[in-house]
Each structure stands twice: as structure tokens, then as C-alpha cells.
């Protein structure tokens, strides 16, 4: 098994670009994560989703879009990037809700210029 | 509105003392408490958790407490090692439903040779 994995592992962007950050598992998981991570600044949920077809919104959510068309795919939109949004990005999936662990991907690390 | 708090936000202890790190959550529903460490450049991991229904967990050098009247759980780790040293971060689960998890801001412990 994969895990969770997270495509790209970097990427630079200008200022008003787009991209599509992917997260993917194969543990057959319910629930997925999109967290941003910022020094001094833990984890913070952007956006999760509670099974195929369905998003809701987490702590910091605006600039960013998310969809669950397949079970085992996450992704997460930056329709127009903007500096403040240069950050570390984890996804994370998890069996579904109680004391079941939250698996995290290695990362995406954004650098919007 | 929904937060986890979590101090110190740095800790520096000798080889072979105890550390503890403490975290108050906001939510009277959040029933699921994990800790996750995460080494530089890494993904976060698990490394303990608990339910709302036990006070006090413990595996091997690391337990965790939990006073849910005070809304107040923390980690505690004895005999430290230097593989100990790493970024440490609490987590709560948010609403009856705990399909969402949000975490502290971590706490970086450096363990003194």
C-alpha cells in the first residue's frame, strides 16, 4: 500500500496563477483532510470531506476549492494564488470518525512570488 | 468559536528528565484527543491518543491525561531521549459527529544532551 500520497511535492507560483494540489489513498478511507501548515502556526484545516461527493468548509477556507468525485481523491484548488498562501501543504485521510488515526501524505510546499 | 490552545510553544529539557506539554480545547462535544510528532521536513505522526471516556493512557514512555471538566488534556514524556526531539502538536476532535480535527499551534522540544 501507497498510504496517502500528494502530487506535486513542490511548486513555485506567481501571483494569480492556478493549481490543482491532488491527494490520493488507497486505505479505502471515508474521511479525507486538507490541512496548511505555517511556522509557528500548527496545522490548520482548510477544507475535509466525509465521503465521496461531499465537502465542508474547515478553519481557513477562503482562496481555496475542493472536490471528492472519487472516494480515493481529494483535491484542492487555488483559483487565484496570492503570497499569503505560500505555505506547506498536508492532506490526510482517516478510516471514518471516532478515535480512528488521521494518516498524513508528506506534503506539497507552495511558494506563490 | 472552536480552538485548540496548546503550551509551551518551545520546551527544552535534559536527557533523561520529563517533559509535558499541555493543550485546552474549546468544544464541550470534542471526544477524541491525539498527539502527533513531527521530525523536520517530515509528516506529522501518530503517537498516542485519547477518547473522552478514559482519564489517562499510557505507552511505554509517553501517557496522556485527560480532565474533561476543565476541558484540559496533556502529554507527558519520561526518561526523554534526544530521538525525542521534535515538533509536538495536540489535536481535538470538533462536534458529536468528530469527523472534524483541528490542532494546537505545537510545541518544538529540544532535548539537552
Known amino acids: 500500500n501507497a498510504g496517502v500520497t500528494q502530487t506535486p511535492k513542490f511548486r513555485v507560483l506567481k501571483t494569480g496563477q492556478s493549481m490543482t494540489l491532488l491527494c490520493a489513498q488507497d486505505m479505502n478511507h471515508e474521511y479525507m483532510y486538507w490541512y496548511r501548515q505555517d511556522p509557528g502556526m500548527g496545522l490548520r484545516l482548510i477544507h475535509y470531506?466525509?465521503?465521496?461527493?461531499?465537502?465542508a468548509k474547515g478553519e481557513v477556507p477562503d482562496g481555496y476549492n475542493v472536490s471528492r468525485l472519487k472516494k480515493q481523491n481529494f483535491l484542492l484548488g487555488l483559483e487565484s494564488a496570492a503570497p499569503s498562501q505560500t505555505s506547506v501543504y498536508f492532506c490526510?485521510?482517516?478510516?471514518?470518525?471516532?478515535?480512528?488515526?488521521?494518516?498524513f501524505g508528506p506534503g506539497t510546499r507552495l511558494t506563490v512570488t | 468559536g472552536e480552538n485548540v490552545e496548546q503550551h509551551p510553544s518551545t520546551l527544552s529539557v535534559q536527557e533523561g528528565d520529563s517533559a509535558v506539554i499541555k493543550c485546552t480545547y474549546s468544544d464541550s462535544a470534542s471526544n477524541y484527543f491525539p498527539w502527533y510528532k513531527q521530525e523536520l521536513g517530515k509528516r506529522p505522526q501518530l503517537i498516542i491518543d485519547?477518547?473522552?471516556?478514559?482519564g489517562e493512557k499510557k505507552d511505554q514512555r509517553i501517557a496522556v491525561t485527560l480532565n474533561k471538566t476543565a476541558k484540559h488534556f496533556s502529554l507527558h514524556i519520561t526518561e526523554t531521549q534526544p530521538e525525542d526531539s521534535a515538533v509536538y502538536f495536540c489535536?481535538?476532535?470538533?462536534?458529536?459527529?468528530?469527523?472534524?480535527?483541528?490542532f494546537g499551534s505545537g510545541t518544538r522540544l529540544s532535548i539537552r544532551p
Open positions: 485519547i477518547r473522552s471516556n478514559v
Open positions: 490526510a485521510s482517516r478510516p471514518t470518525s471516532g478515535a480512528n488515526e488521521q494518516y
Open positions: 470531506s466525509v465521503g465521496e461527493g461531499t465537502t
Open positions: 489535536a481535538a476532535s470538533i462536534g458529536s459527529s468528530a469527523s472534524k480535527i483541528i
